[in-house]
């Protein structure tokens, strides 16, 4: 007999993998987005930071 239940767990187990691997991966490209776009900023002393 089919355990459907122990089916139902596994999908739901890959489906959770599958969205964290995804979720990773944007947190990731925001990054690099994000270093490649923001401005520098200025120090305390008035000189600019890289």
Known sequence: MVDYQEMYYK?????EK???ILVEAQRECE???LKETDPPTE???GE???
């Open 11 to 15: 999908m739901n187990r890959a489906m």
């Open 18 to 20: 599958a969205i964290n």
């Open 31 to 33: 990054e690099e987005y």
């Open 43 to 45: 120090s305390e002393d």
């Open 48 to 50: 600019e930071e890289k």
